[in-house]
């Protein structure tokens, strides 16, 4: 197609196969084929042969189409479109009708050439008389028309090219038309013509272009959302995830645009909450108004807002109160009107006060929005209960028959309106697990832990039948259920994983369904089981044992609506309501006020429709009706469609952009280089294009980290390390807020390319980049106590409990040699920032030095046999902090941590401190302070590293801190508190004995700081949170330019590559997952020398002083790279050198060195 | 903290506790607990103390460890073991034991060969060795392999069991019935070894001595000490009996013995059949049918 802005388009309406799908005529195999394998064209509908059918259009095809359609095997290759086009072509030239039969071209053309152009075929006027067929274009079309398709052209380029070259031949000038390039697709093409495929029902195909969409750019707003719709609506997220997704883009963009507040609001709408999608699209409105050229609001916002306007507001849970003791048991009657609760064992009370073992009824006639939101309001009937808890109640279809069973064996049958026991059952000998009855309330089952599975006769007050007396195995999760009109039991044996359906009355099994390593749950009345396990749910018919349909995704529902249409689930952001026949999560409703209704654990249950959820929750039931309006789809958000030249031009600017910028970077332009790639993001599309963004990243290296430009999730990886809830895994010392094991069993390559995981006795090495697992690096027997990699990320580091360190080199995984001269478990490893020295901490307290280069052994210190948590090594290697602990008295620890000064052969100054962690203590370059979190744990304590003696408190409060870093220049601390703030000091003077205020007291952790890092220039801090969420601080600014929601459940690791580019983090709820950070640099003058970088250059001539050895090439590449990290690439190699050459110099001469 | 027991088919778990004298719990309770035990030097694997007393290994009482001859110690040396370096032919036993679960037998293989190589009274290697031959296909060599970890340790229950499956898949049952036996006189509780047997004596025609095993095991294993007791187990055994009582024409007795096996799970078409058997027997044809089309229902579902 040709659209009227010149952009060619080329595209495949596939009406072949629309035809054949849709039934039309197909040639049959070998009929329509004459003699000469021809397609018989009257064969083709209507008589013609320029219509299409049967895969092919007769008067175009190839010969090997032909025998296709004849029924015989051929592959049809690119080689048919050569021939089709040759046909075409021919067309032009005799200016009639195309060939009766396109795969007899060949003889058409040569009858064409061959004949005198004046028997050629005219036209009806001068105007439309063909050219003559040039000799050239005819040897071409003869090529094309070769009959092996081999013979022919290989490619429509060549072709291409042999007719420009012809142009110029015949016509004596050169083809005046350039070349066209076909245009990139961008995150907005992508997310469109996924729509296309959606609508054509290829759904793999669109996510897979939706994942595109997100590499070129992963805050791609359309793409987000309509990815997220997509998965949501076919049960692979739920309502509150891709709220959250959009929620993050909307927070995480700089400039708000109206799309992020409209596509949210959207969302919100389809899942039923208009008053969380009214202001959302009330701005949207607002601001797509002012930006629009109409200076209304955009059409779509406008209808979305008005929709909302108009939409009944979410369903309030409402309160049932009563009780006194927790909840363990809840059921609705089959019409929906009444709900029952059952309270605890009162042998066990939670407050003063309590009742007794009981249940109540309430009455919620007309549905949960008529239920009175008072304690005790509309309560029908008090039922005094058991002896002992009751753990199942069933109502039947009106709520006027009650059975209970009780951890006392027995089950009771209620009368609801007289409140009183209609009959007790003592069969059971043990707890009765489930209970059930009918509509009719005429037959009830249960099923109980001494393996009995018996039916009763209500009315007659007597037992039925026993299906079952015994079993094996465990009865955890032993649910039945009685059919509606009491002739069936179903009943779901969870120790051998089966489904079962009997017969109530001749006490046969009917049918009986295997399952392996599920768990199932029964609708009210039986007519439905849902299953669950390996990454899948299925809802069973059990009256035909059918599985009627089956969910990609595991939940474990609470409760299923007898109808099996409905099923909810109890979750820490609500309770989830899902549409079974949809397969998809409708929406997660809140409790009251708003609020979610608490952790995930909730008793659940449905009416038979589903309309009326309860969940039991402490000592009150709430109740939602879960009906509401049907769903209003919301639309899918299309980007605006880009004219192809405007691409184009747009992808020509950013790849010139690039190229001057590739050049400005060679040429040492840093700030101008930055400018051009700075121009080329900023063309629409082209923000976070992954080659820019390496390009933006490297010219980076050379300026002053300014700022955040943005944040995004990259992906989750596998293998989080084991040991997560072991905390230390030694009998000992266990702290729910820091575990040695977990801290030092994880690590990030400094190139932020490999993660690596402790798992027992292996580590696994994981690409940060794909989530693939790269290598096991497996020691065969000795557990793995601390993981880590060498500075320039060639080689990992694990430690064991043998005693050894073992270095595997990470591109082939194998093991390349150990350090095994310790005498006891290496429980912390770390590196000097060349590599060049390994520091172990063992068990016993022992800490080595290793030479990596001669793999000789340096020193060996030990003060007492204290375990080693964590050590920290300074810039110059002359300070080592090894945090440590000891048991004294059984369980309880004290805590140090030590300086040892390691070219000194000295004891170590000791510093005691009370948090259980390896960061509480830091020393600056040079060892001229250091800082440690104060024995009251909420102040700043400042002392001589040499000596450990006091140099000043900077008080922080009075939260306890949990975690300290320090500047590497030693310039700033940042303190984090239990409270969740971070202080921030300048460091400098602040030793002097006086009173100071912090530079900064940041807030915005919600709870204890578990997690805190700086980035290598010290300007910005990486926090992670009891409240889940990874922030990014600017030190500087005194801001939070960037809250990750990253866990469920506390952060208990925040790891960042050397550039601060890549971030991984591990949560409580056992996720790591890895975020890009995009940030934004300033470029100063390039100079020769900058007395910023003094220290490093004094670090670096230190290490090698006490090392005695000389520096390589390699050694001073590593300065350069560790300069740039910290934010000093702008000074030139060349001038670094030449002030190393002549501090070096310096240093001899004075006898310093 | 809780350890298992690496004894044969020992079902104890090892309390270890800070409280003096054991965790109060696991002493009270010492047919499932033991408080003392014993730890292998090289292997680390741990003991109770019935296994490390009463079962006597290939070196006697308190001899060596019943998977790599190591040397056993008390269990209070266990935390201290940690720092001493694993011997080469544990870490080759423990690499091949890795790549055997990854499914890579032809790699794990040579695994245990160098761990038998390096120790070659390490007998877990042994069995490691004879087990991946199996998986490859090589019966002859596995059987060989069998009988030289057997000539080390001959009270090896577990490597009795496996050549005894061996034989019993190649039909070789007389000889395989005979392995059986052998186990049973090392282990007289062992369900497993039992029921096995009285399926092997079913198949060769010895219907009253396979009734009479399979009728042991549903006795035996309310023995708290039986070893090996699943409903899968009770209902393999229950089956058995079923067939063994049809092959006598007890055909009532038989459709009990066929409803426990169904009703102890997991659901096995087979056990369908014997019902369905039975039933059309004692001439109850509608039933039969029933049975019969749930045995369809369960062979449907299982892909059989």
């Known amino acids: 197609m040709l659209t009227r802005g010149g952009t060619v388009k080329v595209t495949d309406f596939g009406l072949a196969r629309a035809r054949m799908v849709a039934g039309g005529p197909t040639p049959a195999a070998g009929a329509a084929i004459g003699a000469a394998g021809a397609v018989d064209a009257a064969a083709a509908p209507a008589g013609t042969v320029l219509v299409t059918?049967?895969?092919?259009?007769?008067?175009?095809?190839?010969?090997?189409?032909?025998?296709?359609?004849?029924?015989?095997?051929?592959?049809?290759?690119?080689?048919?479109?050569?021939?089709s086009w040759a046909v075409s072509v021919l067309d032009l030239f005799t200016g009639g009708p195309p060939p009766r039969y396109g795969h007899l071209a060949d003889a058409a053309l040569e009858s064409f050439v061959g004949r005198p152009p004046a028997n050629r075929p005219r036209v009806t006027g001068p105007a439309d008389i063909p050219p003559a067929l040039p000799s050239g274009v005819a040897d071409l079309l003869r090529r094309c028309l070769a009959r092996r398709p081999a013979d022919r052209p290989s490619r429509m380029e060549q072709v291409a090219e042999e007719l420009v070259a012809l142009y110029g031949t015949v016509v004596g000038e050169p083809y005046p038309r350039e070349r066209p390039s076909a245009v990139r697709m961008l995150a907005d093409g992508l997310s469109n013509q996924a729509l296309s495929l959606l609508d054509l029902g290829r759904a793999e195909?669109?996510?897979?272009?939706?994942?595109?969409?997100?590499?070129?750019?992963?805050?791609?707003?359309?793409?987000?959302?309509?990815?997220?719709?997509?998965?949501?609506?076919?049960?692979?997220?739920?309502?509150?995830?891709?709220?959250?997704?959009?929620?993050?883009?909307?927070?995480?963009?700089?400039?708000?645009?109206?799309?992020?507040?409209?596509?949210?609001?959207?969302?919100?709408?389809?899942?039923?909450?208009?008053?969380?999608a009214e202001p959302l699209l009330a701005a949207a409105a607002a601001r797509s108004g002012a930006s629009g050229p109409s200076g209304g609001p955009d059409p779509q916002v406008a209808r979305a807002l008005a929709s909302a306007r108009r939409a009944a507001p979410v369903p309030v849970a409402r309160i049932l109160a009563g009780h006194r003791n927790p909840i363990q048991a809840v059921a609705v009657s089959g019409d929906g009107r009444r709900v029952a609760a059952a309270a605890a064992d009162p042998s066990r009370p939670t407050g003063p006060g309590h009742a007794a073992a009981e249940i109540r009824v309430w009455d919620v006639d007309g549905g949960a929005a008529a239920v009175p939101d008072t304690a005790g309001?509309?309560?029908?009937?008090?039922?005094?209960?058991?002896?002992?808890?009751?753990?199942?109640?069933?109502?039947?279809?009106?709520?006027?028959?009650?059975?209970?069973?009780?951890?006392?064996?027995?089950?009771?049958?209620?009368?609801?309106?007289?409140?009183?026991?209609?009959?007790?059952?003592?069969?059971?000998?043990?707890?009765?697990?489930?209970?059930?009855?009918?509509?009719?309330?005429?037959?009830?089952?249960?099923?109980?832990?001494?393996?009995?599975?018996?039916?009763?006769?209500?009315?007659?007050?007597?037992?039925?039948?026993?299906?079952?007396?015994?079993?094996?195995?465990?009865?955890?999760?032993?649910?039945?259920?009685?059919?509606?009109?009491?002739?069936?039991?179903?009943?779901?044996?969870?120790?051998?994983?089966?489904?079962?359906?009997w017969d109530a009355a001749a006490g046969q099994l009917l049918h009986s369904v295997?399952?392996?390593?599920?768990?199932?749950?029964?609708?009210?009345?039986?007519?439905?089981?849902?299953?669950?396990?390996?990454?899948?749910?299925?809802?069973?018919?059990?009256?035909?044992?059918?599985?009627?349909?089956?969910?990609?995704?595991?939940?474990?529902?609470?409760?299923?609506?007898?109808?099996?249409?409905?099923?909810?689930?109890?979750?820490?952001?609500?309770?989830?309501?899902?549409?079974?026949?949809?397969?998809?999560?409708?929406?997660?409703?809140?409790?009251?006020?708003?609020?979610?209704?608490?952790?995930?654990?909730?008793?659940?249950?449905?009416?038979?429709?589903?309309?009326?959820?309860?969940?039991?929750?402490?000592?009150?039931?709430?109740?939602?009706?879960?009906?509401?309006?049907?769903?209003?789809?919301?639309?899918?958000?299309?980007?605006?469609?880009?004219?192809?030249?405007?691409?184009?031009?747009?992808?020509?600017?950013?790849?010139?952009?690039?190229?001057?910028?590739?050049?400005?970077?060679?040429?040492?332009?840093?700030?101008?280089?930055?400018?051009?790639?700075?121009?080329?993001?900023?063309?629409?599309?082209?923000?976070?294009?992954?080659?820019?963004?390496?390009?933006?990243?490297?010219?980076?290296?050379?300026?002053?980290?300014?700022?955040?430009?943005?944040?995004?999730h990259l992906r989750d990886l596998p293998d989080p390390p084991a040991g997560l809830a072991d905390q230390l895994g030694i009998a000992a010392g266990t702290r729910s807020d820091y575990s040695p094991l977990v801290a030092g069993g994880f690590a990030l390559s400094p190139d932020g390319r490999l993660a690596l995981?402790?798992?027992?006795?292996?580590?696994?090495?994981?690409?940060?980049?794909?989530?693939?697992?790269?290598?096991?690096?497996?020691?065969?027997?000795?557990?793995?106590?601390?993981?880590?990699?060498?500075?320039?990320?060639?080689?990992?580091?694990?430690?064991?409990?043998?005693?050894?360190?073992?270095?595997?080199?990470?591109?082939?995984?194998?093991?390349?040699?150990?350090?095994?001269?310790?005498?006891?478990?290496?429980?912390?490893?770390?590196?000097?920032?060349?590599?060049?020295?390994?520091?172990?901490?063992?068990?016993?307290?022992?800490?080595?030095?290793?030479?990596?280069?001669?793999?000789?052994?340096?020193?060996?210190?030990?003060?007492?046999?204290?375990?080693?948590?964590?050590?920290?090594?300074?810039?110059?290697?002359?300070?080592?902090?090894?945090?440590?602990?000891?048991?004294?008295?059984?369980?309880?620890?004290?805590?140090?941590?030590?300086?040892?000064?390691?070219?000194?052969?000295?004891?170590?100054?000791t510093v005691p401190c009370w948090v259980t962690s390896a960061h509480t203590t830091r020393v600056g370059p040079g060892g001229c302070l250091g800082i440690s979190a104060s024995s009251t744990a909420s102040a700043l304590r400042l002392f001589d590293p040499p000596t450990g003696e006091l140099r000043g408190m900077l008080l922080c409060g009075r939260e306890p801190l949990t975690r300290i870093e320090m500047s590497q220049d030693g310039q700033l601390a940042v303190a984090a508190t239990s409270a969740g703030s971070l202080w921030v000091w300048d460091l400098t003077g602040a030793d002097d004995g006086g009173w100071h205020e912090p530079r900064h007291r940041l807030t915005g952790h919600d709870g204890a700081v578990t997690a805190l890092g700086l980035t290598a220039d010290g300007r910005f801090a990486l926090s992670g949170g009891a409240d889940g969420t990874v922030r990014v601080w600017d030190l500087a600014a005194g801001s939070c330019p960037r809250s990750l929601p990253a866990h469920r459940g506390a952060v208990r690791a925040v790891l960042a590559s050397a550039d601060a580019r890549t971030l991984l983090s591990l949560g409580e709820d056992g996720r790591v997952r890895a975020w890009q950070l995009d940030w934004d640099h300033a470029f100063p003058a390039a100079v020769d020398w900058d007395e910023s970088a003094r220290w490093h250059l004094d670090a670096f001539l230190r290490r090698h002083r006490w090392r005695g050895a000389r520096w390589t090439n390699e050694d001073v590449e590593r300065l350069l790279e560790g300069l740039r990290d910290a934010g000093l690439g702008w000074i030139r190699p060349a001038g670094i050198r030449a002030e190393l050459a002549r501090a070096s110099r310096q240093q001899q001469t004075e006898g310093t060195w | 903290m809780l350890l298992y027991c690496g004894g044969y088919s020992c079902q104890r778990m090892i309390s270890v506790s800070v409280i003096p004298g054991g965790n109060p719990a696991a002493r009270k309770d010492p047919e499932h607990f033991s408080i003392t035990y014993a730890v292998c030097a090289d292997c680390r694997t741990t003991y109770c103390d019935r296994c490390m007393l009463a079962r006597p290994g290939p070196a006697g009482p308190l001899g060596g460890c019943r998977r790599c001859d190591g040397e056993l110690l008390d269990g209070s040396h266990r935390e201290s073991l940690a720092a001493r370096r694993y011997p080469e032919p544990v870490l080759r036993f423990n690499e091949g034991t890795e790549l055997a679960g990854e499914g890579r037998h032809?790699?794990?293989?040579?695994?245990?060969?160098?761990?038998?190589?390096?120790?070659?009274?390490?007998?877990?290697?042994?069995?490691?060795?004879?087990?991946?031959?199996?998986?490859?296909?090589?019966?002859?060599?596995?059987?060989?392999?069998?009988?030289?970890?057997?000539?080390?340790?001959?009270?090896?229950?577990?490597?009795?069991?496996?050549?005894?499956?061996?034989?019993?898949?190649?039909?070789?049952?007389?000889?395989?019935?005979?392995?059986?036996?052998?186990?049973?006189?090392?282990?007289?509780?062992?369900?497993?070894?039992?029921?096995?047997?009285?399926?092997?004596?079913?198949?060769?025609?010895?219907?009253?001595?396979?009734?009479?095993?399979?009728?042991?095991?549903?006795?035996?294993s309310r023995d708290t000490r039986a070893l090996g007791v699943t409903a899968g187990l009770l209902a393999y055994a229950s089956n058995v009996r079923a067939m063994a009582l049809l092959n006598l024409g007890r055909n009532e007795e038989a459709l009990a013995a066929a409803d426990e096996a169904i009703e102890s799970g997991p659901d096995i078409p087979l056990h369908y059949e014997m019902k369905a058997l039975a039933l059309e027997r004692l001439g109850r044809a509608a039933e039969a049918d029933l049975a019969r089309r749930l045995e369809a229902e369960a062979a449907g579902r299982s892909g059989r």
């Open chain 1, 53 to 83: 059918y049967g895969g092919l259009t007769p008067a175009y095809c190839s010969p090997e189409q032909a025998d296709a359609a004849a029924g015989r095997y051929v592959r049809v290759s690119r080689a048919t479109d050569i021939w």
């Open chain 1, 205 to 276: 195909q669109a996510e897979a272009l939706w994942e595109q969409a997100l590499r070129a750019d992963p805050r791609h707003a359309h793409a987000v959302y309509n990815q997220g719709l997509h998965r949501w609506r076919t049960g692979a997220c739920t309502d509150l995830q891709l709220v959250a997704e959009l929620a993050d883009i909307r927070a995480g963009n700089r400039r708000q645009h109206w799309l992020d507040d409209h596509l949210l609001g959207l969302v919100h709408l389809e899942r039923g909450d208009p008053g969380s």
């Open chain 1, 377 to 501: 309001g509309r309560c029908v009937a008090v039922l005094p209960g058991h002896a002992g808890t009751i753990g199942t109640i069933a109502l039947d279809g009106a709520g006027r028959v009650l059975v209970s069973g009780g951890d006392d064996g027995s089950v009771v049958v209620w009368d609801v309106v007289s409140g009183r026991p209609l009959h007790r059952f003592g069969e059971h000998s043990l707890r009765v697990r489930s209970v059930a009855v009918s509509q009719d309330g005429t037959t009830a089952a249960s099923v109980a832990d001494d393996g009995a599975l018996l039916v009763w006769d209500v009315a007659g007050g007597r037992l039925a039948r026993a299906l079952r007396r015994r079993r094996v195995d465990h009865s955890h999760g032993e649910q039945v259920a009685v059919s509606a009109d009491g002739r069936r039991v179903v009943h779901w044996e969870p120790g051998t994983n089966r489904l079962r359906v």
């Open chain 1, 514 to 712: 295997q399952f392996h390593r599920m768990t199932g749950l029964l609708g009210a009345g039986g007519r439905v089981g849902v299953v669950d396990g390996e990454g899948r749910t299925q809802v069973w018919d059990t009256a035909a044992a059918r599985e009627l349909r089956t969910l990609a995704v595991t939940r474990r529902f609470g409760a299923v609506s007898g109808d099996g249409r409905r099923a909810v689930m109890s979750v820490a952001g609500g309770v989830e309501v899902w549409d079974l026949a949809a397969g998809r999560c409708l929406r997660t409703l809140p409790g009251p006020g708003g609020t979610p209704p608490g952790p995930g654990d909730g008793v659940l249950a449905l009416d038979d429709a589903g309309e009326v959820a309860a969940c039991g929750q402490g000592t009150s039931v709430l109740v939602w009706r879960t009906a509401g309006p049907p769903v209003a789809l919301s639309p899918w958000s299309y980007a605006r469609p880009r004219d192809a030249g405007e691409a184009s031009r747009e992808a020509g600017a950013v790849q010139l952009a690039a190229r001057r910028g590739d050049r400005l970077a060679g040429e040492g332009r840093w700030a101008e280089a930055a400018g051009e790639l700075r121009a080329a993001r900023g063309v629409a599309g082209h923000e976070r294009d992954a080659d820019l963004l390496t390009r933006w990243a490297a010219v980076g290296r050379h300026g002053r980290r300014t700022g955040l430009l943005g944040a995004w």
């Open chain 1, 757 to 909: 995981s402790r798992q027992h006795s292996s580590a696994v090495l994981v690409d940060v980049a794909t989530g693939e697992r790269r290598h096991r690096l497996s020691t065969f027997g000795p557990q793995i106590r601390c993981v880590g990699f060498t500075p320039d990320s060639r080689f990992a580091l694990t430690g064991g409990d043998d005693g050894s360190l073992l270095v595997w080199e990470v591109e082939s995984g194998q093991r390349l040699f150990a350090l095994d001269d310790h005498p006891a478990a290496v429980e912390a490893v770390t590196s000097s920032v060349d590599g060049r020295l390994l520091v172990t901490g063992c068990r016993d307290g022992t800490l080595k030095v290793w030479d990596t280069v001669t793999r000789r052994c340096l020193r060996t210190m030990r003060d007492s046999p204290r375990f080693v948590t964590g050590l920290t090594l300074g810039a110059d290697a002359r300070f080592l902090v090894s945090h440590e602990f000891e048991v004294v008295g059984g369980l309880e620890r004290l805590h140090f941590a030590f300086v040892w000064e390691l070219p000194r052969d000295a004891p170590p100054a």
């Open chain 2, 106 to 220: 032809q790699d794990a293989l040579a695994a245990f060969e160098r761990a038998v190589a390096g120790r070659a009274t390490y007998y877990a290697a042994h069995q490691g060795r004879a087990r991946a031959l199996v998986r490859l296909g090589r019966h002859d060599e596995a059987d060989a392999a069998y009988d030289t970890l057997l000539g080390l340790d001959p009270t090896n229950v577990s490597a009795i069991l496996e050549k005894a499956d061996g034989l019993s898949d190649r039909q070789q049952l007389d000889a395989a019935a005979a392995w059986f036996d052998r186990a049973l006189r090392l282990s007289p509780l062992h369900m497993v070894a039992l029921a096995r047997l009285a399926s092997v004596l079913n198949a060769s025609r010895r219907y009253e001595e396979a009734l009479d095993a399979a009728r042991r095991v549903s006795e035996l």
